[in-house]
């Protein structure tokens, strides 16, 4: 449990809030940086995507605290980076995962009907401020 808590706290968080604050733009970010820790955090994905092949939790045959840590991590990217193709395509079984969990009773009473992202958000524009010229 714990090693799955430290991968999720380690590999995924980081990129997660960094790409959540970008993309609302509460942080500056240019496209390149957003497109590294994006490409980071989707490889990073790899590894889950593979052991949860065979598997509905992460650890034995029930929700634990590191499923709980991992959906928690994933609920923002799937709702605002991780676009319905990605989650279709290249991640189907962490897909099944989350919608399993989420659609369990204690995730509902909390978190409501989650809606995931058909298509990904961008990077806002970033606003530029024109210095009025003085007319003394």
């Not at 499923?67 to 099944?96: A, C, E, G």
């Not at 995730?107 to 970033?126: A, E």
Request: aromatic share 12%; hydrophobic share 40%.
């Amino acid at each position: 449990v714990d090693q799955w808590v430290d991968y999720v706290s380690l590999n995924l968080l980081p990129d997660s809030l960094n790409m959540t604050n970008w993309i609302s733009g509460q942080e500056e970010s240019d496209h390149k940086t957003f497109g590294k820790a994006l490409a980071r955090f989707k490889s990073n994905l790899s590894v889950i995507e593979t052991h949860l092949k065979l598997r509905n939790f992460l650890v034995g045959y029930s929700l634990s605290i590191a499923d709980v840590v991992l959906v928690n991590t994933l609920l923002v990217p799937f709702q605002l980076f991780l676009d319905t193709p990605f989650r279709r395509d290249t991640i189907p079984n962490i897909t099944r995962y989350v919608s399993i969990i989420v659609e369990g009773r204690c995730f509902k009473q909390v978190y409501g009907r989650v809606h995931y992202c058909k298509k990904s958000f961008n990077l806002p524009n970033p606003i530029v401020f024109k210095k009025e010229e003085s007319k003394d």
